[in-house]
């Protein structure tokens, strides 16, 4: 399988013959490698609305009739308000199989919203993580979150192989709760932190990260690298 990182906490993969983007955050976005002219996507999975996730949602499922994965609010919001024709509403607890694998949503602690252009939030209904189960590979995605004791009880629910999380502190976990999490919670196989150096506000070492964590093996990727399993 491939799988692979994009900045901020963008991921993409390949599975039974579909291509896959997470929180597409591109335009705007200096870390990523990608080119939302190019690119070919058939789904496009939704952990909340901020624009550093909803990024390039709209112009990626409208140019390659992709499907949005997402809360209600978020498939509701761009359907009916940005032209999308295509998009599976779900909520957190949810699982649904689709034609690569399956997606489950669940919990994580931050906030989901969009400005528009009167400067009004739009509220896009829970934040949430994603338990994405593919070709015998269980990836978990927390989204942008703060540490939860709820993380072990997922983990234990669906032993993590591949785990995204953020290290990037002041919105987000910061390293030293981002490490716990692995350590004392979640457990992957491998760790890949995301959600970092973006922006000034979320400046950090992934060094420092990767030498907090004792468990499992901790791959610090750049944009447009694969993870190696």
């Known amino acids: 399988m491939k799988l ?11 599975s039974n013959g579909k291509k896959v983007i997470v929180d597409p955050f591109i335009n705007g976005n200096d870390q990523s490698d990608l080119d939302v002219n190019k690119l070919e996507v058939d789904y496009i999975i939704l952990t909340h609305g901020h624009s550093d996730h909803f990024g390039d ?62 400067g009004i939030s739009i509220y896009l209904g829970m934040p949430m993580g994603v338990i994405l189960e593919v070709e015998g590979k269980t990836i978990y995605h927390t989204g942008d979150t703060g540490l939860f004791s709820d993380m072990k009880l997922i983990a234990e629910r669906h032993p993590v192989d591949v785990c995204f999380l953020p290290i990037g502190d002041n919105f987000t976990m910061g390293i030293d709760d981002a490490s716990y999490a692995i350590n004392e919670f979640i ?43």
């Open 57 to 118: 949602t709209v112009e990626l499922a409208n140019k390659n009739n992709a499907t949005v994965v997402s809360s209600v609010e978020i498939t509701n919001y761009v359907t009916l308000n940005k032209g999308v024709e295509n998009a599976r509403p779900m909520n957190i607890g949810g699982k649904t199989d689709f034609e690569f694998g399956s997606v489950k949503f669940v919990q994580a602690f931050h906030s989901s919203s969009l400005t528009n252009d009167d």
């Open 187 to 229: 457990k992957p196989q491998i760790t890949v932190p995301v959600h970092y150096n973006t922006f000034e506000l979320i400046e950090q070492d992934p060094q420092q990260f990767k030498d907090a964590v004792t468990v499992g093996e901790v791959q610090i990727l750049n944009p447009g690298e694969e993870v190696k399993f």
């Open 4 to 14: 692979s990182f994009h900045g901020q906490s963008t991921i993409y993969f390949e």
